[in-house]
């Protein structure tokens, strides 16, 4: 009877102990190390504010949309192995046909129907969801917005922030997180981290990890005018293959699921919708606001194009904007009430920098030119890291900085501009760049035509 009493307590202690342990890659998961101005509690209320703006914003599906039910139900089950801290996800899809998908700090995540409407299996679709779970684990966006802010504010202001939150800062350094937001635009390094989780939690919750590896190079393959946008917000960090498969062969060897009903479903619902494209989703918003706010209609870029011609290099613009110099001078293409006598709302900026430095390497060149750039406008600013990128197949160097823009708000107070600015190689050893240029709050609705301009460089 004693011995029955023990093996029945040794049986329970076993269960107990089988719920409470962590999963395996809570046993193997290590956070991402350096200061963080944002609480928990900070990040939380960041991501439900930039939510707010970008379910008023962007197409979002109804929550009591089939496609959003699966979404949410695939998304809770990924979430559950999810490491670390357990923030509130909440899963939303997004009527767009670019291929994309992002994270807002504390657990908003958002999936165009496009990439549901690529995803060749469930596998491919929980690949995405995954890795952009573990953005939200490594809390990429904040991190990156405390780097900039420590690159910005004193020490002792720095200090005056912890402990009571940063949130009342942001708007005075340029910080936002909502949709188009420059800090959900992923570093290589965040990349790899999102890989590496990504593929524990597909492992953890039963699906192939390769399926996401196969995702990403199925994207980059094909190119197209789908696929640039996810590259652009999750730059390819290398060998994302590889390093998936060298993780995989760390884990114990398992079956793992198929493609069930609810998916299949869900893919032929997907299949017969015809999603926005990010100019149509762009003209909306506009209409949806005609008392103020977002691009002015006469800013509004047409999808039809024209071609123009400099003895350095030819780009394509939108046709019902206007190429403001000429073959042999620096470029404005902008509309025409996007440019006033000494400065540029909306549009690009194109011209050539011979650096004073003979021989001057990509990246010596290109800080020279901001060098440059910050000495006429002391209040502009970078925002992160350079990144080095390739248009067209020539190196090049991308920058992301802020400044006061000519505009003014309704209240008559100036507004944040966010310049793009990229710089390759031109003629005599100098930098052809161009800035593409437009109000922070804009600046996302403007940016699928900026690439497109920039995917059409041609350096004669």
Not at 133 to 155: D, E, F, G
Not at 435 to 444: R, Y
């Amino acid at each position: 009877m004693k011995a029955k009493q023990r093996s029945l307590q040794l049986c329970a202690w076993l269960l107990t102990a089988c719920l409470l342990a962590p999963s395996s890659l809570d046993a193997r998961y290590q956070p991402t190390r350096g200061w963080n101005a944002f609480s928990e509690q900070d990040e939380v209320q960041a991501g439900r504010e930039a939510a707010t703006e970008t379910n008023r914003k962007m197409p979002v599906l109804p929550e009591s949309d089939p496609i959003t039910v699966y979404v949410q139900h695939l998304g809770a089950q990924l979430a559950q192995h999810a490491p670390g801290e357990k923030w509130p996800y909440s899963f939303h899809v997004v009527n767009q046909k670019e291929i994309n998908a992002f994270a807002l700090p504390g657990g908003p995540i958002y999936v165009n129907l496009g990439t549901i409407q690529a995803a060749d299996n469930e596998a491919e679709l929980a690949g995405v969801m995954a890795h952009e779970i573990s953005h939200v684990v490594q809390r990429h966006a904040t991190r990156a917005a405390s780097r900039q802010m420590a690159a910005q504010l004193p020490l002792a202001v720095l200090g005056g922030l912890l402990g009571r939150g940063a949130g009342a800062q942001l708007a005075q350094l340029g910080i936002s997180f909502g949709f188009g937001s420059y800090f959900l635009h992923n570093s290589r390094q965040a990349e790899s981290e999102a890989d590496l989780i990504g593929t524990d939690i597909m492992y953890d919750t039963g699906f192939n990890p390769h399926a996401m590896a196969d995702f990403f190079q199925k994207l980059n393959q094909e190119g197209g005018a789908r696929g640039p946008q996810f590259f652009s917000d999750h730059p390819d960090p290398g060998n994302r293959a590889q390093a998936v498969s060298r993780e995989v062969t760390t884990l114990a060897p398992k079956t793992y699921r198929s493609d069930n009903a609810e998916f299949r479903r869900t893919k032929q619902l997907a299949g017969g919708m015809k999603p926005l494209t990010a100019q149509q989703i762009a003209a909306s918003q506009q209409a949806s606001s005609p008392g103020g706010g977002g691009v002015p209609a006469a800013e509004l870029p047409s999808s039809n194009t024209r071609v123009f011609r400099h003895s350095e290099y030819e780009i394509s613009y939108p046709e019902n904007w206007q190429v403001f110099g000429d073959a042999k001078s620096a470029v404005t293409i902008a509309p025409a009430s996007g440019v006033s006598e000494n400065a540029i709302a909306y549009g690009a900026l194109i011209n050539e920098y011979q650096p004073e430095k003979v021989h001057a390497s990509l990246d010596d060149a290109t800080h020279e030119l901001i060098a440059s750039m910050r000495q006429s406008n002391p209040d502009m600013r970078q925002l992160g890291h350079d990144e080095t990128i390739r248009v067209n197949g020539v190196a090049g160097k991308s920058v992301d900085l802020i400044a006061t823009s000519p505009l003014t708000g309704a209240d008559g107070k100036a507004v944040r501009e966010r310049d793009w600015l990229v710089a390759i190689p031109g003629a005599q050893g100098g930098l052809l760049y161009v800035v593409f240029i437009a109000p922070d709050p804009e600046f996302g609705q403007l940016r699928p035509t900026f690439e497109q301009m920039l995917r059409s460089l041609r350096v004669k």
